[in-house]
């Protein structure tokens, strides 16, 4: 996941240029500099905390494929898990509790 990188400068109005269209423009460049930037990168987080799981695909790889590695929380333990191919095996848990 990319950094979040710093925006550009609002453009400055053109003398002649009423406020309405000005407007417009400042939301249409809100929307495209900030909402979007932002937005992407809150509901990749939330994609991963939602699972109660996050896989680490291997250089090449695609999910669920050999040589893969997933953290993932089962019940209050932690597991760490690699795929063999056909399934996912426990590797190391961790007891919460």
Same mark, same amino acid.
């Given at each position: 996941?990319?950094?979040?990188?710093?925006? !550009?400068?609002?453009?400055?109005? %053109? @003398?002649? @240029?009423?406020?309405? =269209?000005? =407007?417009?423009?400042?939301?249409?460049?809100? !929307?495209?500099?900030?909402?979007?930037?932002? =937005?992407?990168?809150?509901?990749?987080?939330?994609?991963?905390?939602? #699972?109660?799981?996050? @896989?680490?695909?291997?250089?090449?790889? %695609?999910?669920? !494929? @050999?040589?893969?590695?997933?953290?993932?929380? #089962?019940?209050?333990?932690?597991?760490? !898990?690699?795929?063999?191919?056909?399934?996912?095996?426990?590797?190391?848990?961790?007891?919460? =509790?």
């Amino acid at each position: 996941m990319d950094k979040l990188k710093n925006t !550009e400068f609002f453009p400055a109005a %053109k @003398e002649d @240029e009423k406020l309405p =269209s000005y =407007s417009q423009q400042m939301l249409r460049w809100l !929307e495209k500099e900030i909402w979007y930037r932002i =937005s992407k990168r809150v509901n990749w987080l939330l994609d991963r905390i939602k #699972d109660d799981q996050h @896989e680490i695909t291997k250089s090449g790889n %695609k999910i669920n !494929e @050999e040589g893969n590695w997933r953290f993932k929380i #089962d019940g209050n333990d932690l597991t760490t !898990e690699r795929h063999n191919g056909s399934a996912w095996v426990t590797i190391d848990r961790w007891h919460g =509790s």
